[in-house]
C-alpha cells in the first residue's frame, strides 16, 4: 500500500529543507510531504518556493519521482546557463530572484494552458475533439494540460 499527501505547516522550530538544504526558520511556512511505498515511510519538507520549483520540474521533465541533484541541474541547464553572471554567481539557485522569475512565471503560464481555455474543449461533455492531441475524443479534466493547446478566443464558444 502506498500513500502520499501534502500539507502547508508553519515551522514552530527551526528546520531543514531537503530540496535546497537551507534552513526553514522558526515562523516561515513549508511545505511537509508524507510518502509511504514499498521502500518505507518518508517525511520530506520543503520551502514553499523549492516545492514550487520542483514541481515546475516534475511538469516539465515527466518525471514522477524528483531526485534533489536531477532539479538543481535542469535548473543550472535551463535558466542559471542563460545568465550573464552564471561564470560568477555564487547564489543557492533556490534563492535566485531570476530562475523564481523565469520557472515560477512560466509554470503560471502553463497552468493557465489548460484544458478549459482550449478551443478544442467541449466543456459540457468534457471530451477533447483536436485531432492534433493524443487524447482526442477521450473525456479529460478541465485542468488537464497538453502540449497541442490552443487559445480559445473569445468569439470562439463552444
Wanted: net charge negative; glycine share 4%.
Amino acid at each position: 500500500m502506498s500513500f502520499y499527501a501534502e500539507v502547508e505547516h508553519t515551522a514552530r522550530k527551526e528546520h531543514v529543507c531537503n530540496q535546497c538544504g537551507q534552513k526553514i526558520n522558526q515562523g516561515e511556512k513549508y511545505l511537509k510531504i508524507y510518502i509511504k511505498d514499498s521502500d518505507g515511510f518518508f517525511e520530506i519538507k520543503h520551502h514553499l518556493i523549492c516545492d514550487k520549483l520542483v514541481n515546475v520540474y516534475c511538469e516539465k521533465s515527466g518525471a514522477d519521482e524528483c531526485v534533489v541533484n536531477k532539479v538543481d541541474d535542469w535548473i543550472r541547464d535551463m535558466n542559471c546557463k542563460k545568465c550573464h553572471n552564471f561564470k560568477k554567481c555564487q547564489k543557492n539557485i533556490y534563492n535566485c530572484p531570476k530562475v523564481h522569475e523565469n520557472l515560477i512565471s512560466e509554470r503560471i503560464l502553463q497552468m493557465e494552458r489548460k484544458c478549459e481555455n482550449c478551443k478544442y474543449y467541449e466543456k459540457f461533455s468534457g471530451v477533447c475533439f483536436n485531432g492534433d492531441s493524443n487524447f482526442v475524443a477521450d473525456f479529460v479534466d478541465e485542468n488537464f494540460v497538453c502540449d497541442k493547446w490552443e487559445e480559445r478566443s473569445e468569439n470562439e464558444k463552444i
